[in-house]
């Protein structure tokens, strides 16, 4: 994805954002330069519990998420699902 389509895409949906929300096209341009989109696979695993590894902040454009925890008796439930 080039710099232009980035630049577009962010404009679409940065009302849905907190972060991007009151972000002029300016400043969107300066942020492109650190940001990275990346497009998962259903059921793919993002990330895991404990994993301190990911420094990254992640916002979710279309499709969903789902948060699973594992207790200490090893059971996954999922939390919640993020739209």
Partial sequence: ???????????????????FKDLTEFQIKILIDEIVFAKFNKNETIFKQNDSKNQFIYYILSGSVKVNVTDKFGVTKTITTLL
Avoid: G, H, Y
């Fill in 1 to 19: 994805m080039n710099k232009d389509e980035i630049l577009k895409q962010l404009t679409e949906v940065k009302d849905k954002i907190i972060f």
